[in-house]
């Protein structure tokens, strides 16, 4: 999977947006906004660029992420992020782009369903 494959799946998703905070070296994938009143910018997933094979980080269920971790090499837990709640994930072909795809999709609906 490339950065851009990932990318258009990543903005496909409702409400989604790319931005830098932590410079160019990270993109980051939000919803909400936080000049909307009540609402704020979550993120949900970190793609960091220039890496081969393709690392993204994702929100997930923590046992799930248990699972995911001792069942491939290539999930570890949230590099810089809460390692309970995040996963980093190398797209080193171990998974596929449709398993890749459903834990980005999990990741957009754990920050989009949370308060």
């Not at 258009?8 to 009143?37: I, M, Q």
């Not at 993120?43 to 046992?63: H, S, Y």
């Not at 999930?75 to 072909?93: A, D």
Request: proline share 5%; aromatic share 10%.
């Amino acid at each position: 999977m490339t950065h851009k494959q990932l990318e258009e799946f990543l903005l496909s998703l409702p409400g989604a947006w790319l931005d830098y905070p932590f410079g160019k070296e990270w993109a980051v994938y939000k919803v909400g906004h936080k000049d909307v009143p009540g609402d704020k910018e979550k993120m949900f997933a970190m793609i960091a660029e220039g890496t081969n094979p393709l690392r993204v980080n994702l929100k997930c269920d923590p046992q799930l992420s248990l699972n995911l971790q001792e069942k491939y090499e290539s999930v570890l837990p949230g590099y810089h992020m809460n390692k309970k709640h995040w996963i980093t994930v190398i797209c080193s072909g171990q998974l596929s782009d449709d398993e890749i795809f459903d834990l980005a999709r999990l990741s957009w609906r754990l920050v989009t369903e949370s308060s």
